[in-house]
Nanobody, 115 residues
Framework: QVQLVESGGGLVQAGGSLRLSCAAS????????MAWYRQPPGKQRELVAT???????NYTDSVRGRFIISRDNADNTVTLQMSSLKPEDTGVYYC?????????WGRGTQVTVSS
């Protein structure tokens, strides 16, 4: 059974940093592209960052230069390093694994950035 478990969320002041981690199990992690999504309060879920199986990364414009996504295939983890956080970064952050039509979601971790 595939499981994605996020950790590292919390409350931080604007300008601060947080490091989110997602631990994967029950899957061949290295063959899946990985992504982080977030859902701000009252809004739809949105893509934040992606990393493919070869390590190529992509970011939504609002986080580029502030967030870094990385993966460790030996530990089956994907990480989102978030810096210079803004109140608009507040939301539930979800880990996502995808390969063709197979996709899996974690349950999310709350990130709250106070002004």
């Amino acid at each position: 059974q595939v499981q994605l478990v996020e950790s590292g969320g919390g409350l931080v002041q604007a300008g601060g940093s947080l490091r989110l981690s997602c631990a994967a199990s029950g899957m061949t992690f290295s063959i899946f592209a990985m992504a982080w999504y977030r859902q701000p309060p009252g809004k739809q879920r949105e893509l934040v960052a992606t990393i493919n199986t070869g390590g190529r990364t992509n970011y939504t414009d609002s986080v580029r230069g502030r967030f870094i996504i990385s993966r460790d295939n030996a530990d089956n983890t994907v990480t989102l390093q978030m810096s210079s956080l803004k109140p608009e970064d507040t939301g539930v952050y979800y880990c996502h694994a995808y390969r063709y039509t197979n996709q899996y979601w974690g349950r999310g971790t709350q990130v709250t950035v106070s002004s």
